[in-house]
DNA sequence: GTTAAATTATTAAGTCTTTAGTAATTTTCT
DNA sequence: AGAAAATTACTAAAGACTTAATAATTTAAC
């Protein structure tokens, strides 16, 4: 029973495991595995799985068993990070900028976070993209 | 003793509080003229009155009493709006977009929240400013 | 097969956030 | 002045988030 997650946000703690599973590509990974990344201090060994366990139940992750790997669990993203940064995006042009993300990006030139140069840049790549990787193979 | 206030971020509540002191302008207001914006349901006067001063302890409104007003405090933002806004950009862009803002851009491009067409009329506005209210008064 | 190790499930404690009641104080009304 | 109303201060309780210990279960090692 896969849990709808449609508005859902992570928090700050669950935040640092997704972005570990996503480092870690397709396959994900075992609680061991998450744990492995963590910085000094590496929380217990029982907080990771908890966590791992509520981001199951909240939708962010499926959880599976392999061959071969006893009763193991292995994690893996139900959502992508790209997918993950489009719904904070829209919930902060929503919360900050009445959901409007030319407001975002105006601001964003009003207080000069990027500039003119930079913004024309983009518009260049936006034109002509140099190694558009992934999508769409010709033939 | 006004509280250094360099990261901290607005809870959900917080955040709602000052939105309504924001928009009250330069002389902000008393418990009772936040309260009056809340729509319904609208929440106990003790509930107000202790974010209002959560918020003047962690240094983003200062309280005064006024002339002929009693004992009634009166809260403005010691923060504006765009101050605010600006800090939660950083702190997004940090965590989203390995603290590039041209990354962020680039990403709304990708993710079609904005089309090179409003880009473009984005830097327009930028060339030719239409009105530029506020700041600097000729002559 | 029994013991040790590893893993997941359950439970709980500590902190932060949210909400509001009660108390203390001040102002207003009669 | 005394009662009523308003305001701020203090206290507390419920919920969410974080952390991890303990229990139960399964797997591995001898």
């Known amino acids: 029973m896969i849990k709808a ?5 992570l928090t700050k703690a669950e935040m640092e495991i997704m972005n570990y599973l996503w480092d870690m590509g397709e396959e994900g990974g075992s609680v061991r595995d998450v744990l492995a990344r963590y910085p000094e201090p590496v929380p217990a060994y029982t907080t990771t799985a908890t966590f791992l366990k509520i981001l199951t139940e909240k939708g962010f992750v499926t959880s599976e068993k392999r061959e071969n790997e006893g009763k193991t669990l292995f994690y893996v993203p139900a959502i992508s990070r790209d997918e993950y940064r489009s719904r904070i995006m829209d919930e902060v042009t929503h919360n900050y900028f009445g959901g409007s993300f030319r407001s975002l990006v105006s601001f964003f030139i009003k207080e000069e976070k990027i ?13 002509s ?8 193979h010709p033939g």
């Open 5 to 9: 997650k449609e508005n859902q946000t």
């Open 115 to 127: 500039s003119p140069e930079e913004m024309n840049e983009i518009m260049k790549m936006v034109s």
């Open 129 to 136: 993209p140099p190694a558009p990787k992934g999508g769409g």
